[in-house]
């Protein structure tokens, strides 16, 4: 095993991954023809990958379609712990600094699920969001970040078009009347599934200085989390 030189990818972890990237965007499971299709290789070529991944208790199989196996959710549990030993202390500096309520979403298929959340000690009225609450991902500052951390596509939204220009997004009323957000991708690789952000009451900011602070907040983020996660190996 060898630190990661020149770009080395497994090409057949990538198209495992992309399998299970795949299931999660069609709650209704795809069947092995349609993933082949949207993979652009062989049908027998799925099959192995299904059969690996089912092994895994990643992916599981209900008649002929494919939707992801309670393995998943087992792997997503063991994340929450290093998120919160690493994220909660920069949500509660930028819940702080900004006099708002800070969260972390993480994308869950074509939802934004509220992970983790911060309030500020010394505000005398703020939103309480809560953990675990869950919208789509083209509603609210937290999912837009998201789809803007994410390459261009044809399906994006105006909304999702000006949040990847400034870096950040912005909502008004959207999750919660009468409360704006802001919030920025963490970027730890070309396809963001996370975003750091605030919600404040009110219909704009007070303090222009928010969004900077958020996408501080987030860059800090994803440069901790990167080196939590040590370097990448691959086998030669």
Do not use: C
């Not at 020149?6 to 057949?12: A, K």
């Not at 690996?52 to 087992?74: C, D, N």
């Not at 009110?202 to 040590?230: F, I, N, S, W, Y």
């Amino acid at each position: 095993m060898v630190a990661a030189t020149g770009g080395e990818t497994s090409l057949t972890l990538d198209r495992g991954l992309t399998v299970l990237s795949l299931l999660a965007r069609n709650a209704d499971g795809l069947t092995a023809a349609e993933l082949a299709e949207q993979l652009s290789i062989a049908r027998a070529a799925v099959y192995r990958l299904l059969r690996t991944l089912e092994a895994h208790s990643l992916v599981a199989r209900i008649g002929t379609r494919y939707i992801l196996g309670f393995g998943v959710a087992e792997l997503a549990g063991q994340l929450k712990p290093r998120l919160q030993a690493t994220v909660l202390p920069i949500l509660r500096r930028l819940s702080e600094q900004t006099n708002s309520t800070a969260l972390l979403s993480v994308a869950d298929g074509d939802q934004a699920l509220i992970l983790l959340t911060a309030e500020p000690s010394n505000s005398t009225m703020h939103l309480a969001m809560r953990e675990g609450a869950r919208h789509a991902l083209t509603v609210g500052a937290d999912g837009i970040a998201i789809l803007a951390g994410r390459p261009e596509g044809d399906e994006d939204t105006a909304d999702v078009r000006e949040a990847r220009r400034r870096g950040y997004a912005v909502s008004v009323g959207s999750i919660q009347e009468g409360a704006i957000g802001i919030a920025a991708p963490i970027r730890v690789s070309d396809w963001s599934t996370a975003s750091l952000g605030v919600v404040q009451l009110g219909l704009k900011l007070v303090d222009e200085q928010v969004p900077h602070l958020v996408m501080e907040a987030a860059g800090t983020a994803a440069t901790q989390l990167v080196g939590a996660a040590g370097p990448e190996v691959v086998e030669r």
